[in-house]
């Protein structure tokens, strides 16, 4: 049969060699379109896929507990394995060093970054206090040389806040480690509550899918066959996003740890003059919502995909939506809470 025996761009009845054939959608041109098209996604998805769980399996694993679809074990990049913090190269502590002080490779850049925040953080804190001292003893002597009681008030003040900006100098490091320890706390916990949820049967979203949509690609052709490429795309796509969100969280914490006394030092000196800042509160808003941005994700992909696993793998595109909602976890949060979460240190907004 040839190409001129059956129109293949119609659908509908058709004479082949004097008998009259159906022809569907699976045997007209656009399943054959369907199907290249679904090649090309499927590809480009396995690519990226494949480079994503090769490179960031030779920074090694920062979690050692064992589970059936860590990483580690299924060889896949998955966002399960993201959030729950199995990576080492996405360890965004800037004070804590990965793979064992590695200095090559991924790890050696992110490494050497921390070294450079944790020196630079230590420097800038020693001149805010030095610089800080001054202004101390400027305001103490005003507050002993004042004569009237509204003086005395606002020199007071002036003195508890530079007292204040001195004592944050000293300590802004263990408060950020504190923040985090917390952050790090939670994620354990929901890390042993989701081993929990899979010694009781429950499945990961993304590992069973995925094997599961790869062996219907291969059995299948045209349309349908399209239709499960489009879906694996779509999952490596919202993968590429987590892992474009994730890398900018890990530059962003070692920047905010290495700059942390330039901010206290710049609000201590706005509200010095008068001037209303909300420098300082917004940086702990974006370090905190950095922090806890991993157990928050976490959180939702144990409701998501171990409550509703059996429905997001028999339907996949309701997986892909919920996937889609997770990365939209701080707009929920802000639906639920009412904190603007959006504003931080790098824009003009205040608290």
């Not at 993304?206 to 499960?228: M, R």
Request: proline share 1%; hydrophobic share 50%.
């Amino acid at each position: 049969m040839t190409v001129d025996d059956v129109k293949l761009l119609d659908e509908g009845k058709a004479d082949v060699g004097g008998k009259e054939l159906e022809i569907s959608a699976s045997d007209s041109s656009t399943a054959a379109g369907a199907t290249k098209l679904g090649v090309v996604l499927a590809g480009l998805s396995a690519i990226f896929s494949k480079f994503f769980s090769t490179t960031l399996a030779l920074g090694g694993y920062y979690t050692t507990h064992s589970s059936q679809y860590s990483a580690s074990n299924t060889g896949i990049f998955t966002i399960n394995s993201l959030v729950f913090g199995e990576y080492s190269v996405f360890n965004s502590t800037a004070y804590e060093l990965v793979g064992g002080n590695s200095s090559s490779g991924m790890l050696g850049i992110i490494n050497s970054l921390k070294k450079i925040s944790a020196g630079v953080g230590t420097v800038v804190s020693r001149v805010g206090m030095v610089l800080c001292l001054p202004f101390i003893l400027i305001s103490l002597i005003r507050v002993f040389m004042s004569k009237g009681a509204r003086d005395l008030a606002a020199w007071k003040k002036v003195l508890t806040r530079w007292i204040l900006c001195f004592a944050l100098m000293f300590f802004f490091e263990y408060i950020l480690i504190a923040i985090d320890t917390v952050a790090n706390m939670i994620l354990n916990n929901l890390w042993k509550l989701r081993i929990s949820l899979e010694n009781g049967g429950h499945q990961a979203f993304e590992a069973t899918v995925e094997t599961s949509v790869l062996k219907s690609i291969n059995k299948t052709g045209g349309v349908l066959s399209f239709a499960y490429s489009l879906e694996f795309f779509l999952i490596v796509v919202l993968q590429i996003l987590f892992v474009y969100k994730y890398s900018m969280r890990v530059f962003t914490m070692i920047y905010l740890f290495a700059t942390a006394p330039i901010y206290i030092l710049s609000h201590s000196v706005q509200v010095m003059l008068g001037k209303e800042s909300g420098t300082l509160g917004s940086f702990f808003k974006t370090y905190m919502v950095n922090s806890f941005m991993q157990p928050v994700h976490a959180f939702f992909y144990l409701v998501f995909f171990f409550s509703f696993s059996e429905i997001a793998i028999r339907v996949p595109v309701i997986g892909i939506l919920l996937l889609y909602a997770m990365l939209r976890a701080s707009t929920i949060i802000k639906a639920i809470t009412g904190w603007e979460l959006g504003t931080s240190v790098f824009s003009a907004n205040k608290d």
